[in-house]
Nanobody, 116 residues
Framework: QVQLVESGGGLVQPGGSLTLSCAAT????????MGWYRQAPGKQRELVAG???????TIADSVKGRFTIARNSARNLVILQMNSLKPEDTAVYYC??????????WGQGTQVTVSS
């Protein structure tokens, strides 16, 4: 089992920045892929950015140039740096880790609201 603790969400004005962190404990040897997803009201959950099991990075077109993802070598911490935030970035953001993106373990979700 892997336990995930997310932090860093909140309310920010358009153009602002937030940093989301996700710390993993437990059976971290099973972690190969790490990423962040988000789900806005009435929409499907979507991949924002992530490292696949081979270590390659995937970033959604909607956030390219604004968001950056990073992880540590121990694969127990993944960070999403979000800059130039827009109202359409408002969503619940979920950390995801496991053998592949979109599978495995999910965090409890952290709300990000971009509004003036």
């Amino acid at each position: 089992q892997v336990q995930l603790v997310e932090s860093g969400g909140g309310l920010v004005q358009p153009g602002g920045s937030l940093t989301l962190s996700c710390a993993a404990t437990g059976s971290i040897f099973s972690i190969y892929a790490m990423g962040w997803y988000r789900q806005a009201p009435g929409k499907q959950r979507e991949l924002v950015a992530g490292f696949n099991s081979g270590g390659a990075t995937t970033i959604a077109d909607s956030v390219k140039g604004r968001f950056t993802i990073a992880r540590n070598s121990a694969r127990n911490l993944v960070i999403l740096q979000m800059n130039s935030l827009k109202p359409e970035d408002t969503a619940v953001y979920y950390c995801n880790v496991g053998y592949s993106l979109g599978h495995g373990y999910w965090g409890q979700g952290t709300q990000v609201t971009v509004s003036s």
